[in-house]
């Protein structure tokens, strides 16, 4: 059965600009694809392990220093987990909301976990990084307050969007559809662009 990953990057619940985008994304794409599963992973109500000392040292084996030992074994254990939830959906949602020009800290370290070798990406030293992950898609909500595309540079710069679609190419993700609800705040009709945003969404989840 298929599966489609709903990562959230925002942490306001039900007042979150991106959530309410993604909600009519979702509203359609169950009436479109009733017999897909829906994974609904919560950033900020999931535990994430650190990224630590020992994580790094399981990581940096694949590029020739020491082998794991034990401990190191045990946290590299946990990270094959977290990331094959991840790496065993088909189609992936994420909410970006634009924190301080780029993405939120929690998404980032949930990145930080998954990006690994041997996972989603391999290496050579000739040709360089490479994708892992392959026939995947992507639809991703971005949002801000303020920023909008073509905005001066005194409202913001994107280095979340540009950020964020590289990560996902870097891992095998070329197919992506971006909605955008950018600003949200700085607009004489906030309303109006919300709801445009959603049908945007709503659209792209029907697809």
């Not at 392959?134 to 540079?153: L, M, N, W």
């Not at 919300?194 to 989840?205: D, K, N, P, T, Y």
């Amino acid at each position: 059965m298929k599966k489609l990953l709903y990562v959230k990057g925002s942490p306001r619940a039900d007042r979150s600009r991106s959530s309410q985008v993604a909600d009519a994304f979702l509203t359609a794409y169950r009436a479109t694809h009733p017999a897909v599963t829906i994974d609904e992973l919560d950033l900020y109500a999931t535990a994430l392990p650190e990224f630590d000392g020992d994580r790094a040292a399981a990581k940096m084996s694949f590029f020739g220093d020491p082998a794991m030992n034990a401990r190191q074994q045990s946290e590299w254990d946990e990270i094959v987990a977290i990331t094959q939830r991840f790496s065993s959906a088909d189609e992936y949602l994420f909410t970006v909301p634009m924190w301080n020009a780029g993405i939120p800290y929690r998404l980032k370290q949930y990145i930080d976990i998954i990006t690994q070798p041997g996972l989603l990406f391999g290496f050579d030293p000739a040709t360089g990084y490479s994708g892992l992950l392959k026939d995947k898609s992507a639809t991703v909500i971005y949002s801000s307050g303020v920023y909008g595309p073509g905005a001066a540079p005194a409202f913001g710069v994107d280095h979340h969007s540009t950020y964020f679609d590289w990560w996902l190419r870097s891992i095998g993700v070329d197919r992506i559809t971006t909605v955008r609800h950018q600003p949200n705040i700085l607009t004489a009709d906030p309303a109006a662009g919300l709801a445009a945003a959603r049908q945007e969404a709503a659209i792209a989840g029907a697809r």
